[in-house]
């Protein structure tokens, strides 16, 4: 299922997919695959992403 | 949360001079090893001229000989007539046949054909004079009983070679000293060399950044799956191996080129899902670099294997040999990695 609160939410920092992984420390295929909901991340990679985001981990992983 | 890392964390300028200092001491090792290495080897090569009539030769025989001044292990190669055209108007109307004895009288090596090129196996030869003896057969019955006293068996079929003529025909033959130590030992070098190498290629081409993981949590579930895949498929073609010796289905390949073969397919299979899912290249190497990489050494291996196939080295004794073969499939590994990148990085172009 696609992720599309973890593409606004970057989106709305106007980040690239690059930048992010580089300040999580993944690869930006990583963070593509996420977003396209083709890998569950780990809750460490999910706190991070939420650190560098700047946001909960209900806001950007919770599936309502 | 960033965990202290266990392990030797070396500068990068240290771990160069290391690799390189290795490096140095190889070849030297190998240099050393080959100027201690004394190999004998002699050479008898002479013209002929045999005329044929009536089913008799002249003249009947030519022999030779030569010293061995130091004992160990040797290989004969055995060469006359256009081996290359087997045409029969172009070949002489005789069978040539060689035999090589030893002081005692000893038969040590012997083979007939009309134009030959051979190689023997390796033989153990003590100092002292060997005799090498030339027979020329110009009928079926001489022929016959030539081989009835040599090889225990007539010839299946009669030949059909022998016709009244003059020919001048060279005949050579070399003894080489042999040292199949010397091709472990070979091969060793070879292995510490590259593996040197390969650690030199890896420190030019990774990032010294130890805050950046090497591969991040999804590559290393990717890798895991690639692993399982390249297992398998190595465990079927083992199976498959297996099969063909317990039904007696021969493979034209050397044991050790089927070995190469079965880890060239599985590295393929494990490598073609690590680059589509962008688990090849860890997050610290420098992509382009390792790219070119790879394409030269494909290119290299290439070049060597189709300066085997050119020469001939590529079969021996009807099979790919692993001297030639290796190459080759190296540098279609290598070109088949070389080509999955390319592809992948389209895709990944059209994607953004």
Redesign the interface.
Same mark, same amino acid.
């Given at each position: 299922m696609k992720n599309l609160k973890l593409k606004s939410a970057r989106a709305s920092f106007d980040m690239s997919q690059q930048e992010l992984a580089d300040k999580v420390?993944?690869?930006r295929?990583?963070i /593509?695959?996420i977003e396209k909901g083709d890998?569950n $991340?780990?809750i460490? +990679?999910c706190i991070a992403i939420c650190k560098a985001l700047n946001k909960t981990l209900d806001e950007l992983f919770w599936e309502e | 949360?960033d965990k202290e890392k266990k392990g030797l964390h070396l500068k990068r300028a240290t771990k160069l001079k290391i690799i390189f200092a290795g490096l140095l001491t190889t070849v030297a090792a190998m240099f050393a090893t080959i100027y201690f290495t004394d190999d004998q080897s002699y050479n008898l090569s002479w013209i002929i001229n045999v005329t044929v009539e009536d089913g008799a030769t002249d003249p009947a025989y030519s022999s030779g000989g030569f010293d061995i001044k130091k004992a160990g292990k040797f290989k004969f190669k055995a060469q006359w007539g256009d081996w290359e055209n087997l045409d029969p108007e172009t070949q002489a109307g005789f069978i040539t046949a060689l035999t090589i004895k030893d002081s005692a009288g000893e038969v040590i090596f012997e083979t007939t054909g009309e134009s030959l090129k051979a190689e023997s196996r390796i033989f153990d030869l003590e100092e002292g004079g060997y005799t090498l003896e030339y027979r020329f057969l110009a009928n079926q019955e001489d022929l016959d009983a030539y081989l009835l006293e040599h090889f225990g068996e007539k010839s299946e079929e009669p030949a059909d070679c022998f016709k009244d003529g003059t020919w001048e025909r060279e005949y050579s033959l070399v003894a080489d000293e042999s040292h199949p130590k010397a091709v472990v030992v070979g091969a060793l070098f070879g292995l510490i060399f590259g593996g040197f190498l390969a650690a030199l290629l890896m420190v030019l081409g990774t990032r010294d950044d130890k /805050?950046? $993981?090497k591969y991040? %949590?999804?590559?290393i579930a990717e890798q895991g799956k690639a692993y399982k895949y390249g297992f398998f498929t190595a465990l079927m073609m083992l199976a498959l191996v297996a099969c063909s010796g317990l039904l007696q289905i021969e493979i034209p390949m050397e044991q050790s080129m089927l070995c190469t073969f079965v880890v060239v397919v599985m590295v393929a299979v494990m490598a073609t899902p690590l680059i589509m899912?962008?688990a090849y290249f860890s +997050?610290r190497e420098n992509k382009r670099f390792l790219i070119i990489v790879v394409g030269i050494l494909g290119l290299v291996n290439l070049a060597i294997g189709v300066g085997a196939i050119a020469s001939g080295r590529i079969m021996a004794d009807g099979k790919v040999s692993f001297m030639g073969g290796a190459n080759l499939a190296a540098a279609a590994l290598l070109i088949y990695i070389e080509i999955a990148i390319i592809i992948k990085s389209i895709i990944?172009k059209k %994607?953004d």
């Open positions: 420390g993944v690869s295929q990583t /593509n695959a890998y $991340p780990t460490n +990679l | 949360m /805050n950046v $993981p991040d %949590e999804r590559q899912k962008d +997050l990944d %994607e």
